[in-house]
């Protein structure tokens, strides 16, 4: 047990000047210091150690919806195909640790070889290897040839698409990723042109419902967002071409869009220079053009946004994680909405009731900041310190 001691609290609720103690992983009170004290003096650990956050911030740990913790950021993606698995694995493993040590204290992989992420969310639970809470999809459910080929199950027709989601959750995926449109970093690939049809869709949300399990579809142009989301899926991915009537259709069923900024920055601000395909620059560029229109829709239509990086794409690296909230701001969230974005909403999309918020009963995933993120969004990008399940990482 040990207490956070002296400092504000800033999460969803508001900033408030509040101490938090922790306990065997768990936030067990959050308040004044008597009655946290009542709450320490009730668990009999004598006198537990204090943390001093006198002046500072305890916000919660930040959730990364969207990352490819086997992918490093380097200019060509398709590079690590001839990577072995050894080599995949050390990399994920050292990709977790960065992300961890930046206050991301839960990621969702959205795309990996084979079992890789389902096996370091067991890793990092183990304690084997230091890293965030880690929810996985197992592999990308995608048309034959589609984007992300090289790693996804392709996919052909309803039956054997439901067949190959079912594969997914045999495996013990959290969550299912499928592509309804064509990408930036799959060569050949029409970026905004459909994949996946409105009837493969259908399946694969159907193999998700039973289990009430989460579904996200990679979707870049509109007709491919609104063959998603009228399958019922729970996140588009990117979103980039999202017109009025697909944030519309968002808005009315509560889809979340995670919108993957820093995917394109990374792109667009290094490009062909720095070694990133011509296709996928081109590409991107074409998209960070339309992009500013797709966060216009969102806003007013009133768009549920959850934070997403699409980590390990060309320079778009674990550590850089919490730079995705100042890019949400500069589109024009506020802070408080960046925080809820990467905060509850994430929790909320991935399926989490107890974490995203500095509230007893939920897990001590923190992070203790120099400045409220509500007022200045760069102070994510500085944690002082970080705890994830209880545990100083940082
Ligand atoms: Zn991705």
Redesign the pocket.
Known sequence: MYVLRGGRVADAAGTREADVAVADGEIVAVGDPEAVDDAVEAHDDGEPPEVDADGKVVAPGLIDA?V?AMMDGRPDVSTAVSDSDYTASYRTASNLEAAVEAGVTTVRD??SRETLALDAAEAVAAGDIDGPRVLACGRNVIMTGGHGNWFGREADGPAEVRKAAREQLKAGADVLKCMATGGVLTEGAVTGAPELTPEELAAFTDAAAPTDTPTAA?AHGEEGIKNAVEAGISSI?HGTFMDREAAEMMAERGTYWVP?AS?LRGIVEHGVEAGIPEDAVAKAEDAANRFDDAWDHALDAGVPIAMGT?AG?PFNFFEDIPQELAHMVEYGLSPERALEAATVNAADLLGLDDVGRVEEGYQADLVVLDADPTEDVEAWQEPEAVFARGERVA
């Open positions: 969207h490819h959205l795309g990679h991915e993957t995917a699409d794409t």
